[in-house]
């Protein structure tokens, strides 16, 4: 595939690095001439200087025969823009952008952008799963249908310990797909497979509905019925 990434700073050095070894064509643009050149020494003559959010950087980038285009500088307008125009211009088929205000994801969504990336938001999802309050971590939100891939642990003493799936009453269009045991081994769960305490589940959930599913997979039987927690 060939895939051009916006942006050689670490972020954009390292992905092209990987891209690179994993045998793709990749193509970097960077303004800046240093970066450029440590780019082509170390990686091979793949670097092209000059502004990724221009149309005639972009036509001399190749964007018309690209598979993908990796927007990943420190600018989220530039990032932004660099998909846009990859896009609506050259009907790029895939289009990634790094985000480094999460704000700034759901504007990216609704202005086509096929994925966004967020290493801010990802590192406050892991803070949250430690909190009694935010068990639940989104995984990927897939574009158009309002569905997003949440995880979740079940803790110790959860109401759905030891209850079968199928029992479960999840809410509207949500659906378990796989289920990890402490033990690390996964399974593609059915209706017949019971939950177990440490269990780390995926699902797929409507946005509106992941309070209603964390509070199914993780409440204690006295939290889900109101009543206030003793422990």
Same mark, same amino acid.
């Given at each position: 595939? #060939?895939?051009?990434?916006?942006?050689?700073?670490k $972020?954009? #050095? #390292?992905? /092209?690095?990987?891209?690179?070894? !994993?045998?793709?064509?990749?193509?970097?643009?960077?303004?800046?001439?240093a %970066?450029?050149?440590?780019?082509? !020494?170390?990686?091979g003559?793949?670097?092209?200087?000059?502004?990724?959010?221009?149309? +005639?950087?972009?036509? +001399? +980038?190749g964007?018309?025969?690209?598979?993908?285009v =990796?927007?990943?500088?420190?600018?989220?307008?530039? @990032? =932004?823009?660099?998909?846009?125009?990859?896009k /609506? %211009?050259? @009907? $790029?088929?895939?289009?990634?952008?790094?985000? @480094?205000n999460?704000? @700034?994801?759901?504007?990216?969504? %609704?202005?086509?952008?096929d994925?966004?990336?967020?290493?801010?938001?990802?590192?406050? /999802?892991?803070?949250?799963?430690? =909190?009694?309050?935010?068990?639940?971590?989104?995984l990927?939100?897939?574009?158009? *249908? &309002?569905?997003?891939?949440?995880? =979740?642990? $079940?803790?110790? &003493? /959860?109401?759905?310990?030891?209850?079968?799936?199928?029992?479960?009453l999840?809410?509207q269009?949500?659906?378990?797909?796989?289920? $990890?045991?402490? *033990?690390?081994?996964?399974?593609?769960p059915t209706?017949?497979?019971?939950?177990?305490?440490?269990? !780390?589940?995926?699902?797929?959930?409507?946005?509106?509905? !992941?309070?209603?599913?964390?509070?199914?997979?993780?409440?204690?039987?006295k939290?889900? +019925? &109101?009543?206030?927690?003793?422990?």
């Open positions: 595939m #060939y895939m051009i990434v916006v942006g050689g700073g $972020v954009g #050095y #390292y992905l /092209a690095k990987e891209l690179v070894e !994993e045998g793709h064509e990749v193509l970097v643009i960077e303004q800046d001439p %970066k450029c050149e440590r780019i082509d !020494e170390e990686l003559d793949i670097a092209l200087q000059g502004d990724g959010c221009e149309a +005639a950087t972009m036509e +001399a +980038a964007f018309g025969r690209a598979d993908m =990796l927007a990943v500088t420190g600018d989220d307008e530039d @990032n =932004l823009v660099s998909c846009q125009v990859a /609506a %211009k050259f @009907n $790029v088929p895939r289009t990634i952008a790094r985000i @480094n999460p704000k @700034n994801e759901e504007i990216f969504r %609704k202005l086509g952008i994925v966004t990336i967020s290493a801010t938001s990802a590192i406050l /999802a892991r803070i949250e799963q430690q =909190l009694p309050t935010h068990p639940l971590i989104p990927l939100t897939l574009k158009g *249908g &309002g569905l997003e891939l949440v995880e =979740l642990q $079940v803790p110790p &003493g /959860a109401e759905a310990v030891g209850r079968r799936i199928g029992d479960l999840l809410p269009e949500s659906l378990i797909i796989l289920t $990890v045991d402490e *033990g690390g081994s996964p399974r593609v209706p017949d497979t019971t939950i177990q305490a440490g269990d !780390e589940i995926v699902a797929v959930t409507p946005l509106e509905h !992941e309070d209603s599913l964390r509070t199914i997979l993780t409440s204690s039987p939290a889900a +019925a &109101g009543e206030p927690s003793t422990g």
